[in-house]
């Protein structure tokens, strides 16, 4: 295979019709630029997992994903789980085409600037950057996982919810852009808190917690200040907002001052994160709601784990 072959997989907006016209688009671009490549279109998120390791696997050193923060987790996990020395030869990109592009927005990468996008691609500036992971302590067999990873954040709690949420009202919602503003409801009236045990760096904590992020980015305004290259993990814990403040909150998250509302409390870590109760609170990687999770588990960082191709 030609090393500077590319893979790619494109992941249509869910819910959007003539999707095929966002990938023409893209496809005269590529064109245009004399890219070579071979194309896949996912059947959904979950199969870029599927698809990614595919294609590590025959051979190609450069994959390059059309889709938003959901299926990026995938790729990645994709990525994770093949062999170390194959996929420490492959380098990843990112178009973005979905609903959340947080991950790619942290980066400059815009929706709105393909060919900006596919050049810098082109160039093949890489970094190496960290990855999250939740590894559970039960077997799958047990109603466990052995590990998911993560590029961007992990969820515990009400966000997680509302994600779930979200998804639910996608399936029943004609009109998808009706699921943001079904979520938002949401966020008003499930205002739930949750018994949780959980041990950061040496604090122990036994509280109600509303939402819990663990950034390896921007965790959608919840990490603001985190990065993921330099080995650590950034958390924020909410607990007991009364609704003015939580709307307050809601504001300062938009505004990138989320750290500063007096609910939120801050943590930076190298070290593994232990959870031993959260009592059932739906738990989320990138978007990506994940299915119920025994106690105990770990949340942690893997650094410099995968290439990414980075903007100029």
């Known amino acids: 295979m030609e090393q500077d072959r590319w893979g790619i997989i494109y992941c249509p907006k869910q819910g959007i019709q003539r999707s095929q ?3 023409e688009t893209i496809r005269e671009i590529l064109g245009r630029r004399n890219v070579n490549y071979d194309f896949v279109q996912s059947e959904g998120s979950d199969s870029v997992e599927r698809l990614t390791k595919m294609l590590v696997n025959n051979g190609y050193q450069t994959i390059v994903i059309v889709g938003g923060d959901a299926a990026f987790n995938y ?7 093949s062999e170390e020395n194959v996929r420490q030869q492959v380098a990843i990109g990112l178009i973005p085409n979905g609903r959340g592009n947080d991950f790619a927005t942290y980066w400059g990468f815009s929706e709105e600037n393909d060919e900006q ?3 810098w691609l082109i160039e093949r500036r890489l970094r190496k950057i960290d990855v999250g992971f939740i590894q559970s302590k039960h077997d799958a067999t047990e109603g466990g996982f052995a590990c998911r990873y993560f590029i961007n954040c992990a969820n515990v709690g009400l966000i997680a919810r509302i994600m ?3 998804y639910k009202a996608r399936r029943l919602l004609a009109l998808t852009s009706l ?3 079904a979520s938002m409801l949401a966020l008003l009236f499930q205002r739930l808190e949750t018994g949780m045990k959980v041990r950061i760096n040496e604090d122990q904590i036994d509280r109600k917690i509303m939402s819990m992020c ?3 980015c921007h965790g959608y305004g919840q990490t603001p200040s985190a990065v993921p290259y330099n080995g650590m993990l950034d958390v924020t814990i909410v607990s007991s907002p009364e609704i003015k403040q939580l709307i307050e909150g ?5 505004t990138g001052q989320f750290l500063n509302h007096k609910k939120v409390i801050a943590y930076r870590t190298p070290r593994l994160i232990h959870f031993h109760e959260i009592n059932g609170a739906t738990v989320s990687t990138d978007g990506v709601v994940l299915p119920p999770i025994k106690v105990p588990f770990e949340i942690g960082l893997k650094p410099e784990q995968i290439q990414f191709i980075i903007p100029r």
């Open 21 to 23: 016209k966002r990938w």
């Open 75 to 81: 790729a990645i996990n994709g990525i994770m789980s």
């Open 164 to 166: 779930k949420i979200k």
């Open 250 to 254: 809601m504001v300062m998250l938009f």
């Open 214 to 216: 663990i950034g390896n």
């Open 179 to 181: 699921t943001y503003f």
């Open 117 to 119: 996008t596919i050049d």
